[in-house]
């Protein structure tokens, strides 16, 4: 009998962990379904649209944003990558936008 209540509890277990795995994709498609966005707001991993409500993480007093949990994952492995990446595509859309002649 305990055995059978141990298998089930495993097996419990186990389901609810590939259900979790998921979960990340699960952040995807929500997000892709128009979430609540403030603008300017976006993930420094993908650089998606990231919901301020959703899921965040501290860096050095700055809080970052991002599309889903497993984007914080690769972020907490290696911050200034991606901090650096976000700069560059900040300096390159200001460039950007100021790509007019002046008179």
Do not use: N, W
């Not at 892709?32 to 603008?39: F, I, L, R, T, Y």
């Not at 700069?87 to 390159?92: D, L, P, S, Y």
């Amino acid at each position: 009998m305990f055995r059978k209540k141990l298998m089930a509890v495993l097996a419990a277990g186990v389901i609810g962990m590939a259900i979790c795995g998921s979960g990340s994709a699960l952040a995807h498609e929500e997000h892709e379904a128009g979430q609540a966005v403030k603008k300017g707001e976006v993930c420094p991993v993908t650089g998606e649209k990231a919901d301020p409500k959703g899921v965040s993480y501290e860096y050095k007093g700055k809080v970052y944003h991002f599309c889903c949990a497993s984007c914080v994952a690769d972020f907490k492995k290696d911050p200034e990558k991606y901090i650096k990446k976000m700069k560059e595509k900040e300096g390159a859309a200001k460039a950007k936008e100021h790509d007019h002649p002046h008179e």
